[in-house]
């Protein structure tokens, strides 16, 4: 009897559930159709009438013509227009940045709602929590869009100083922002940053020399795409930032600047070196220097079979320890955004202390030594 009546009871729940995540379902299709259906609809009424309107003036039917055929380029296409026509105004760039930002922000901040992004995904249960973390998502994408805006117009700085890219990157792990999509990132500001060059050296040239010396501008912005391209970083130093990584993390984005360590205990360090230099850096020579007190294994032995294990050698002074990795011993080339590590095993001190360590980095294709450092809490527990 008692199994019968469990039976009936699972009988009449489940369909229950299951009508129940169906409405949910629906409800959450409704709302992301809403998204879609209210940008197209702000597209068809804002932005591609101006386009159309600047296209016919521009180029005639053909042009309008093509706005109107390629519905969502016209968002893409509205501000070419702009910069080529006589008829910019204030209210083109309104209706364009209003259907193309916010509306992408908006239904972006929907998907991370839903899927997470960047921080603890924590599953929504009642729709005052989908509006609070949905109104959170709007405003850290508004500090991210912006936050991409303003390198995406300073990428000149952003390629020319190094100490910015050390700060970028180094917020961008501290906040958990950007750091997995940073290799893509970098590659986005020095594709824009030439592209600059290309098209603003002739341009202005052309505006302000004439047409006739077009082509001395050509010329010129060809010479400034290669000389950053292949001499500028011979100029500067090599830059980097180290983290502590885990022994089987192969990723700069999960790196931390600090790590923990119980007193006069055996210990592996994983230090990560990340690439932010504009090209490869080449034979590099890699330094770590820890305070006094840490004892270094140099035994290979204990290194043999370790993942990422490298040859070094180790220089002990009264005061510090230098452990040196050369380029003799070890393949220390590595492209931009990408990283090197490098496993240390030490014995911590015998007393509690918070010891900072250095690392420096130089390399054949950069110019002077570059160091940064590293945290190391040494406690008792």
């Known amino acids: 009897m008692h199994i019968v009546q ?3 009871y699972w009988v009449d729940v489940h369909p229950m559930q299951s009508m129940r995540a169906t409405i949910i379902n629906r409800k959450q299709n409704r709302k992301k159709f809403l998204f879609w259906a209210l940008a197209y609809i702000s597209l068809l009424l804002f932005t591609l009438p101006f386009t159309a309107f600047y296209l016919y003036l521009q180029w005639n039917i053909p042009g309008a013509v093509f706005a109107v055929l390629l519905l969502p380029i016209s968002a893409i ?10 008829l910019g105004t204030a209210t083109i760039i309104f209706n364009f940045f209003w ?3 916010t509306f992408i922000l908006l239904f972006n ?8 992004h960047s921080i603890r995904h924590l599953r929504p249960r009642t729709t005052k929590i989908v509006l609070k973390r949905f109104y959170g998502w709007v405003w850290l994408i ?3 869009w912006l936050g991409y805006f303003l390198l995406l117009v300073l990428s000149p700085l952003y390629v020319i100083m190094g100490q910015l890219r050390q700060l970028v990157f180094t917020i961008s792990l501290k906040k958990e922002m950007w ?6 990132f970098f590659s986005l500001l020095i594709f824009f940053f030439y592209l600059q060059v290309a098209i603003g050296i002739p341009a202005l040239v052309y505006q302000f020399l004439g047409k006739d010396k077009l082509f001395e501008g050509i010329i010129g912005a060809f010479v400034i795409i290669t000389f950053f391209a292949f001499q500028f970083q011979r100029m500067t130093p090599p830059y980097f930032v180290p983290t502590f990584v885990a022994p089987n993390n192969t990723s700069f984005a999960n790196g931390t600047f600090r790590t923990k360590a119980k007193t006069a205990t055996p210990t592996w360090l994983y230090i990560c070196i990340t690439n932010l230099g504009i090209s490869t850096f080449k034979d590099c020579v890699f330094q770590v220097t820890l305070p006094q007190g840490f004892s270094i294994f140099d035994e290979f032995d204990l290194y043999e079979g370790r993942t990422y294990a490298k040859h070094f050698t180790v220089r002990a002074t009264d005061t510090d320890t230098t452990i040196e990795f050369l380029p003799l011993n070890n393949y220390m080339t590595f492209a931009p955004c990408t990283n090197l590590i490098f496993p240390i095993y030490v014995l911590t001190p015998k007393d509690s202390a918070e010891c900072q360590i250095d690392t420096s980095l130089s390399s054949e294709s950069a110019w002077g030594v570059n160091s940064q450092p590293l945290t190391i809490m040494v406690a008792n527990e």
Do not use: M, N, R
Not at 77 to 83: A, Q, S, T, Y
């Open 99 to 101: 259907v193309t930002v």
């Open 179 to 184: 750091a997995k999509d940073h290799p893509s």
């Open 6 to 8: 469990q039976y009936y």
């Open 142 to 144: 508004w500090v991210e």
């Open 77 to 86: 296409i509205c501000p070419f227009v702009l910069i080529i026509g006589k």
């Open 109 to 116: 901040a929907w998907i991370f709602t839903q899927e997470g």
